[in-house]
C-alpha cells in the first residue's frame, strides 16, 4: 500500500503543525458540565465544523434542543455530521467522538493553565482534553487534511459525528443517532470510536466490550428541618444513621456486591476467554503505581482484569444533604440522599437491576424499623456492550495496529462504559470498533490530563491505516 507509506511521511512531517492544532482546541475551554461556558463549547463545535468544511466535508449541523443546567435553560450544543467523500464504490465508514471536555482549574492541582497545552521534555502534552477526546478527533481531521495535502483519496467514504454533550451525558445525542439512521447514516458500513485507553503504556489494543452502568440516588427523609444534636440526638430517628447504613449494605470491603440475585444474570467465564487474559501488559506494580498506593484488593492480575471488565462492581460516590464544609458542625441533617452506580455486563437487564436493588434496599429500610422514609430513585440505566473481537472490523483495525506499532494488540474490555457505542450498534445494525489513541495513564477527567506525543502521532497514523486496512476487508464475511 504505497499510499498508506507516502500518508506516514507526511504525518512524521507535519508533526510539530498537529501539536499546534491540538494547542488551539485544547485553549478552546469548552466544559459542558459549567452553564458559563457553553458558548465556549458552542464555539468548540463550531471551529470543528468550519475546518471540515474548509477540507470540503458537507456539514449538518443538528440542534438538539435545550436543557436546563443550574436553574438556567440553555441550548444544547450541536451534533456535528458530515461526510467527506461519496463514493459508491468505496466502503464508508462512520467515527464518532466529542469535542466537550470535563471541568479544569489550576487550583485543583495541575502544573500548569489546563486550557494552555504544554509540550514537557518526556513528550507528554499536558492540557484539558488532549487525550479526552480533542487529540482523537483531530485525528480523523487531520487524516483527511494530510491526505488532500498530499494529493491522496481517502480509500472509503469518511461520514462523522460529533457531540459536545459526552461529559454530560450525551444529552439528546440518542434521538439523533435514531433521526439520521436511515438519512445522514444512510450506507454506514462500520463504525470507529477512538475514545478509550490501552490497558498499559506501551502496547496497543483493540477494545470489544464495555460495561453499563445503572446510577441511583438512595434518599432518607425525617424532620421537616435540619436538627440540634445536642437537643435532638438520641431521641429522633435520624436520616444520616439510616444511610450510612443502608449503603454499608450494599457492598463489602473487598467489592462484593450483597444484593441477592445480581449475580444470576452474569454471562459465566469460558475457557476462551480465560485464554484472552494471557500475555497482556498489566501488572499489579504499574496499577499500584498509577494509583499511587497498594490499594487493589486482588492476588491475580487476571482476577483484577476480570472485576474491571467482565464483573459487575457498586461503587458509592457520595452523599447530598449532609454537613461537608471544614469545620465543625453538629447539625443533624433533616433529608439525605446517598448516590451508588452498578456497573454492569453481559448479560444483565437494566430493569432486573433497578428491580433486585429497590427491593432489597426497601426489605433492608423495614429491618431498621424506623420512622423516617425512604426512596430509591433511578438516575441512568445503561447497557452494557459486547461484540467479537472476530468480525472483520476488528480484523481491520488489528491489521492497522500491528502495522503501525509492529505488535499484534492487546484484545480487551474496559470497566467503564460509552453508552453511544450501543445506540450506533442498534440504530444503524453495523459492527462498532473501538480503537484507542491513548495510554493507560493519560489523566482523563484528572489533573494534568496529557496524551504522549509518540501516541497521538502515532494515532494518526492507525486511524488512517485503519481505513484503508477496512477499504480492504470483506466484510460480508461476518
Known amino acids: 500500500m504505497a499510499n498508506v507509506e507516502k500518508y506516514f511521511e507526511l504525518v512524521d512531517q507535519s508533526q510539530q503543525q498537529f501539536i499546534e ?30 475546518r471540515w468544511e474548509a477540507l470540503g466535508a458537507v456539514c449538518k449541523r443538528v440542534e438538539p434542543g435545550k436543557q436546563n443546567l443550574d ?44 486550557f494552555t497545552l504544554v509540550e514537557k521534555p518526556d513528550g507528554r502534552l499536558v492540557g484539558r482534553g488532549s487525550t479526552d477526546d480533542k487529540g482523537p478527533v483531530l485525528g480523523w481531521l487531520l487524516c483527511a487534511e494530510t ?34 439512521a436511515d438519512k445522514w447514516f444512510r450506507g454506514t458500513d462500520v463504525v470507529c470510536i477512538s475514545d478509550n485507553y490501552w490497558l498499559g503504556t506501551n502496547k496497543p489494543c483493540l477494545t470489544h466490550g464495555l460495561r453499563g452502568v445503572s446510577y441511583f440516588h438512595l434518599q432518607v427523609e425525617g424532620p421537616g428541618a435540619d436538627l440540634h444534636s445536642g437537643v435532638f440526638g438520641g431521641t429522633v430517628h435520624e436520616p444520616m444513621v439510616d444511610l450510612v447504613h443502608l449503603l454499608a449494605k450494599l457492598v463489602d470491603n473487598k467489592g462484593r456486591i450483597q444484593v441477592p440475585g445480581i449475580y444470576d444474570q452474569v454471562m459465566p467465564v469460558t475457557e476462551e476467554e480465560e485464554r484472552t487474559y494471557e500475555g497482556l501488559e498489566f501488572s499489579h506494580a504499574a496499577l499500584a503505581k498509577d494509583l499511587k498506593n497498594d490499594v487493589i484488593i486482588h492476588k491475580e492480575e487476571r482476577d483484577t482484569l476480570k472485576h474491571r471488565w467482565r464483573f459487575p462492581t457498586l461503587s458509592i ?20 440522599r446517598g448516590k451508588f ?21 426497601n426489605d433492608e429500610f423495614a429491618k431498621l424499623n424506623s420512622k423516617n422514609t425512604m426512596r430509591v430513585i433511578e438516575t441512568h440505566g445503561g447497557r452494557w456492550w459486547y461484540s467479537s473481537p472476530n468480525h472483520p472490523n476488528f480484523v481491520a483495525g488489528a491489521a492497522a495496529t500491528e502495522k503501525v506499532y509492529g505488535v499484534k494488540p492487546d484484545l480487551t474490555r474496559e470497566g467503564g462504559s460509552i453508552p ?46 485503519y481505513l484503508y486496512e477496512v477499504a480492504q476487508t470483506d466484510l460480508a464475511t461476518a
Open 21 to 50: 492544532t491540538l494547542r488551539e482546541v485544547v485553549a478552546i475551554p469548552s466544559v459542558s458540565g459549567d452553564a458559563s461556558k457553553r458558548n465556549e463549547v458552542i464555539r468548540m463545535g463550531n471551529w470543528l465544523q468550519a
Open 71 to 114: 436553574g438556567t435553560e440553555l441550548d444544547l450544543p450541536p451534533v456535528i455530521l458530515g461526510q467527506y467523500g461519496n463514493d459508491p464504490t468505496k466502503k464508508t465508514v462512520l467515527v464518532y467522538g466529542h469535542y466537550d471536555v470535563q471541568p479544569a482549574l489550576l487550583s485543583d492541582g495541575w502544573e500548569t493553565d489546563p
Open 147 to 180: 491526505h488532500k495535502q498530499a494529493g491522496l483519496e481517502l480509500p472509503v467514504n469518511l461520514k462523522f459525528c460529533f457531540e459536545g454533550m459526552e461529559e454530560s451525558g450525551s444529552e439528546g445525542l440518542d434521538q439523533v443517532i435514531v433521526d439520521e
Open 317 to 336: 460516590h457520595g452523599v447530598e444533604g449532609a454537613f461537608h464544609s471544614s469545620g465543625d458542625k453538629t447539625v443533624i441533617p433533616a433529608r439525605v
Open 341 to 361: 452506580s452498578l456497573r454492569t455486563v453481559p448479560n444483565m437487564e437494566p430493569a432486573k437491576v433497578s428491580e433486585l436493588v429497590t427491593k432489597y434496599l
Open 420 to 465: 453511544v457505542t450501543l445506540t450506533f450498534e442498534e440504530a444503524l445494525g453495523v459492527n462498532v470498533l473501538l480503537l484507542p489513541m491513548g495510554a493507560a495513564d493519560d489523566g482523563a477527567h484528572s489533573i494534568n490530563e496529557k496524551l504522549d506525543k509518540r501516541n497521538f502521532i502515532q494515532g494518526i497514523k492507525l486511524l488512517g491505516c
